[in-house]
């Protein structure tokens, strides 16, 4: 008999392809996320101890002895149970991240989330919790999603009141009768022969989460290819019609690509050149020039005074300033070095000491750095002006890339940065660097904060940090000597 638990139920109606997977071919599944592993354990165990005095089951909820556990803490009348756990006789089970009794022989369900708010999917995790306790007898009177509070601003000692907020999931939840005909249904599946490949751009990847098993579904899509080329979901009405090679996709179609010429532009191998465009970027440009770049880190908790809950705190920037054209580059930066201080002070006083008040400030992505220097100017007052004066003067590098002013096939419909270099300036590239990307950063970081590291980790870490975000700035310097070049020509 397979076993089915509550994320095997989400994930069979998110997809049951990636169902079928894990349960028939665990050999191709990717190894987790450990970020999300070690932040759903972080927020768990506060969580608990926002209810505290209950009885935790300690075997693992697979295991016959948290069942047993858990019916002697029941029969305890505990006031809080946490990981109860529950098996139905058809193989359906559940550990219960908190199980509040209300003391008249029933009992609350909290579901416990490490995010900021809830989402589509915990509403049917806690439905199939309600399911199985409900076939195992247990008298079930109201479900909650418990999430992380976004409005928190810590001051001191966490406040774990305020540190969540609970959310009733009754209204939202699916009935008992719709979460019985879904597990028929899946069990129907994972006795059949396998699926095939799911393909689909809103479903496979989003902004909160990605399929496991893209690797294996999405092996031999091309790099560029209609989920690339256009917008869901007519990607995926496309695709269905005629496959994801752009090859085969007729030409009037073409006027519903995401962005017009990127697949003329594929398909001739050639680039996309707008010195329009290109010259009214210049136009805007007032030196000095300061090419800025932020690195950041997220925690689920916040660790520091005037911080909230997954707010992007920055702890290093890399500037590349040049006073006149032609002139020679200056470099500054800085890179927080104490685990057991707020990188943010430290920070603004090198910024500020870095930055005048005259000249455009260029960025990649100004959305990213406006944000975090509008949150800074709320938390440090003292720097507001700076960085209200920073906002003003910013420049973002990526809309003339963005606007196809500029445009090399090999990009494959991106306008990242990590795209755009290699594209015009060849002999710069991310791959050959100890850090590529800035979720690599954030994560190593995040470890050295929390002292996952050994000392030789962080020094291996701390030079490649700055190298990674020093290659942002320059990267910047290259790209606009590319598109000055181009204006003249």
Known sequence: MIKISKSDYVLGLKCPNALWFKKIRPDIEQEKDHRVLDNGTMVGELACDRFPGGVRITAKPWEDEAITQTQSAISANAPFIYEATFATDSGEYCAVDILRNNNDGTWNIIEVKSTTEPHEYHYLDISFQKYVLTRCGLKVRNCFIMTLNKEYVRHGDLDLQQLFTLYDANEEMQSMDIVQKEIVRLRAILNGPELGVALSKPKCETKFYKCGYCHHCWRNVPDFSVFKAFRSPLSDKIYAE???????????????????????????????????????????????????????????????????????????????????????????????????????????????????????????????ECTCNRQMAIDFPEYAKKLSSINDRILDLMEPFKNRGLYNPCQNGSVSIKKTLPAFVPEMSYENLGIHNGTEASSQFMDFMTKKQTDAETEEMMLNLHEYCGQDTLAMVRLLDVIQTIIKE
């Not at 496959?243 to 990127?262: A, C, I």
């Not at 201080?341 to 990649?364: C, Q, W």
């Open 242 to 368: 005629h496959g994801y090679d752009l090859k085969n996709v007729p030409p009037e179609l073409y006027v519903k690509q995401q962005n017009r010429g990127d697949i003329e532009a594929f398909l001739d191998n050639i680039n996309i050149v707008n010195r329009d465009i290109l010259r009214d970027f210049v136009n805007k440009l007032q030196w000095p020039l300061y090419f800025l770049d932020y690195e950041t880190f997220q925690s689920p908790v916040p660790m520091f005074d005037n911080s909230r809950p997954e707010q992007q705190i920055c702890f290093q920037f890399s500037l590349h300033v040049q006073h006149t054209p032609g002139d020679v580059l200056i470099h500054y930066g800085y890179l927080h070095h104490d685990a057991d201080t707020d990188p943010r002070p430290g920070l603004l006083k090198a910024l500020n000491d870095a930055i005048e008040d005259t000249g455009s400030v260029i960025v990649y992505n100004k959305t990213f």
